[in-house]
């Protein structure tokens, strides 16, 4: 799956709410491209599957999967926000401070 577009619209209003239609429109992105690039017979495979009892399952299943992905997606996580950003910063703290040397140097 390939959220990059995704991203980009939170890179760019980071407060929006994230909409299970854009997440189905990511995945059905994805699959779009992984059935061209797939041999024929997995298509096949793929098609046939599809319609066994759980490939209809699965579909049917798929729309409250995205409801909930949204939500969560929404949802703020104050425990991993913080992990990151105790990540990111000792991360950064060594070019942070190599930086600083190299402007203190006349």
Do not use: C, H, M
């Not at 209809?56 to 913080?82: C, H, M, T, V, Y």
């Not at 190599?98 to 140097?105: L, Y």
């Amino acid at each position: 799956i390939d959220p990059s577009a995704l991203i980009q619209k939170q890179i760019a209003a980071p407060d929006r709410k994230v909409e299970a239609a854009e997440l189905g429109a990511t995945v059905t992105a994805s699959a779009t491209k992984a059935a061209t690039n797939a041999t024929s017979e997995d298509r096949t495979a793929l098609y046939n599957f599809v319609f066994t009892p759980l490939g209809l399952k699965i579909r049917q299943l798929n729309p409250e999967l995205l409801i909930i992905g949204a939500d969560w997606s929404n949802e703020r996580d104050e425990i991993s926000e913080k992990r990151v950003t105790e990540a990111v910063g000792a991360a950064l703290a060594p070019f942070l401070a190599d930086t600083a040397a190299k402007k203190a140097k006349p």
